[in-house]
């Protein structure tokens, strides 16, 4: 088994092979630069997705690990759905997003090839939002007078993810597609339209509860996580548009039993992404993801998406 094998008689190894987990966590936890996330949309609706994401990424390590040429594929299936209300007089929503995964990760340990495979569930994710100021609530022929009205407009929205514990774990191996742990993300954002333009921006944290059972009864701690998105984004004609966006997040340092990890992580992300009807309640999306990290350790990924989704 990929580095398990190698190291399981070395507590120290094992250890410092914390950096395994949670570099290869990154991309399977998705950072995805998602635009139009504090889109206006009409209440009492319901909207659901599935798509499609291949993620392939290099991995470097620690030289003293002794790890090289580390390669990791991912395939995920995931299904979302959102239901969009009103509260306190604001366009609100909820949503939950399951994903299914299947990941390969190969490389040389001690210059020996080794390879391991996973595939399970991932953890669940659930997001609420609101629309702090802008976007009124509105449904029907309310909402698209509004639309067809409104050439320019702002809107401020605040929300909250949370990451819940439900993937795929085992607690004696070091790659996982579960955390075991939650993962809390308080959002804000803006986004600003003029015409056929729109840009937004988003800040997020991730605040991480400590996981007792990490890897042979270790216990890890992780510091917060900040992330700030960007996106341009062009309209054609409506229900037809593309988008250009950047990221960069910062922070993330580890802790295994009181020791601390010299695993920060710093990434540029960036992506493009493209929609179109296909009819009044179907919609179709592709987008591509790239990743480089900024520190001698980290992963560099890209990751291809598509998606349906659906309204009613």
Known sequence: MFCYLSFRNSVARGCLLVQLFLVCAGPCLADELEPRRWSHLPIDTNFFGAGYAYTEADI???????????EMELDNWAAKYIRTFALFNKTARIGILQAYQEGRWSGLVDGIPKSINRSGWADT???????LYGAPPLQGKEYAAYRTSTSVETILGAGLSV???????????????????????????????????STEATAIVALYTDNNDFYNGYKLEQNPLYTIHGHLIYTFRPGLWAGASVGYDYGGRSTVEREKKDDRKQNVLWALSFGFFVNRYLSF???????????????????FIIGLNSFW
């Open 60 to 70: 470097n390590f620690d030289p003293v690990l002794k790890l090289e040429n580390v």
């Open 285 to 303: 999306k592709v987008a591509y993801i790239g990743t480089r990290t900024q520190e001698s350790t980290g992963y560099d990924s890209e990751s």
């Open 163 to 197: 990451q819940l514990p439900t993937g795929d774990y085992m607690d004696d191996k070091l790659i996982n597609l579960g955390t075991n742990r939650f993962t809390f993300r308080p959002q804000f954002g803006v986004a600003h339209t003029r015409g056929k333009w």
């Open 125 to 131: 994710l659930l997001r609420f939002a609101i629309n």
